[in-house]
């Protein structure tokens, strides 16, 4: 059983600065070796896509972050992030890490508040 633990998120002012952090837990694996991704689901609205990282390392991120956010892996410590900076007050949502493994997984999501 694939398990997802995200962590970092909180309340932070407008231009401000959060760095979400995702990792799995129970069965360990490597997350080097799979797709791996950010998305985020504001109050009303779709979850929508907010980035990738490619198990060889290539990154993509949706226009409406691309040059704030950063999407990044640390095998040393299989680990996966997201830089967020420039923080807006319409990046507030719920933030979801996902694995594509035969199929996709999900962790519990971890909420970013940005005030204006």
């Known amino acids: 059983q694939v398990q997802l633990v995200e962590s970092g998120g909180g309340l932070v002012q407008s231009g401000g600065s959060l760095r979400l952090s995702c990792a799995p837990s129970g069965r360990i694996f490597s997350i080097s070796r799979y797709a791996m991704g950010w998305y985020r689901q504001a109050p009303g609205k779709q979850r929508e896509w907010v980035a990738t990282i490619t198990s060889g390392g290539n990154t993509n991120s949706a226009d409406s972050v691309k040059g704030r956010f950063t999407i990044s892996r640390d095998s040393a410590k299989n680990t996966m992030y997201l830089q967020m900076n420039s923080l807006k007050p319409e990046d507030t949502a719920v933030y979801y890490c996902?694995?594509?493994?035969?199929?996709?997984?999900w962790g519990q999501g971890t909420q970013v508040t940005v005030s204006s």
């Open positions: 996902n694995l594509v493994a035969g199929r996709d997984y």
